[in-house]
């Protein structure tokens, strides 16, 4: 969707980026990683978020995380996979996403 950020890494110069891609999605790492594994997965489709998005969307981004947490080898370590979803969610960018994140233990709750 013109004027969306991920939609425009994903067909921009920054595609070098990318950890992970299928036919449905693409993953690369976040800019601001809040562990030593932050992956943001999401489809190629734009999808404004969690509410929006086909739930065989949100499963494939799902998948894909699990195998690209299998990949950085944080599988058996453990891992969290996240979507923020509107304002109250913490959301800031309208493309549906997911993070994966690893390598550090989390805490809980979140803030
Ligand atoms: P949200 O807050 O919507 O759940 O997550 C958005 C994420 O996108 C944040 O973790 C933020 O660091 C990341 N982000 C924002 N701008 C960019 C960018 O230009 N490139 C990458 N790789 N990540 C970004
Ligand atoms: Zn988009």
Redesign the pocket.
Known sequence: MSGC?FCD?LSGD?RS?IVYEDEHIAA?????P?APVHV?VLPKRHYTGLNDAPAETSGRCIEAARRIASEKGIDNSGYRVVA?CGSDG????GHL?F?LLGGRRMKWPPG
């Open positions: 950020l890494i920054k980026g690369f790492e976040d800019i601001n809040q943001l923020n913490g959301q800031t960018v996403h993070h």
